[in-house]
C-alpha cells in the first residue's frame, strides 16, 4: 500500500513559497495564435541552479487514503531528491537523474533501479526526467516548440490541442495574464491511461511564477488523485543529495 503512495509522491510532489497570494489572471482573446501563447508561456523562465523544498500531499485510490510529507531538492538539469516522510518517520527515499531513476521504500523493504518505463506506467503517461522536473515546477509536461498546436479559447483559457500525430491525446491550458499553464491533459485511450494536473494558482517569489497547489489524477487500471500543499521553498543553496539503498532490499520488477 504505502510502496504505490510513495511512488506516486516521489514523482508529484513540490512546493512553493509561504505566502499564497495567488497571481491575476485576464480571460483569453480570440486572436492569440498558438505560437504567441508558447512563445508567452516560456518567457516565464525559471532563473535558478537550486531549489530546497517543503511539502505535503493527500493521496487516494479506490482503496485508501493517505496523508504524506516530502523534502524535495532539485538541482536544475541534473537530479531530484526526495525523502518522504510518513506520520513524521521517514517512509522513502528517491533520487531522479536524466538517465536512472532510484528509490527505496521502508515498509515493505523493497527498491526500484531503472530507468522511467516503471513510473510512465504507474502515471499513465510516457516520462523522461525534464517532465518530472517540468511537472514539479509548474510548467508544461512536453516541450511545446517541438510539435504543432491548434489555439482556442475554453473556460476563458487558451487551449492548445497537439495535432494529431500519434495514439496520444494533449491539451495544454493558460491562463491569460501570464501564460502560467494551468491544466494540462495527456490521454492514451487505448492503453485507458491518463493523466491530468492542475495548477489552481500561482505566486510570484524571486521574479518567478511557482504554484500554489496542485491537483493531479492519474488512471492505469484504477484511479489515483494526489492533492498537494506547499509549505516552503528556498534557492540556490548548495545541496546534499545522500542516496544508499539499504542492503537485504527487495527489488521491484516491472510488469
Known sequence: MLKRISVFVLIVLLSACKTKKSVGELAANEELAATKVIQEHYKNELDFKTVNIRSSAKYKDDKQKQTVSADIRIIKNEKIWINVKFLGFPAAKALITPNRVRYYEKINNTYFDGNFELLSNWLGTDLDFQKVQNLLLGKALDDLTKTKYVASIEEEMYKLNEK?????????????????VKKEKITQQKENRSLEVEYPSFTKQDGMFLPNEIFVKAIQEDQVTIAIQYKNITFDEDLNTPFSIPSGYEEVKIN
Not at 496520444?168 to 495574464?177: G, H, I, L, R, V
Open 164 to 180: 494529431k500525430t500519434s495514439a496520444t491525446d494533449k491539451e495544454f491550458y493558460f491562463e491569460a495574464a501570464n501564460f502560467l
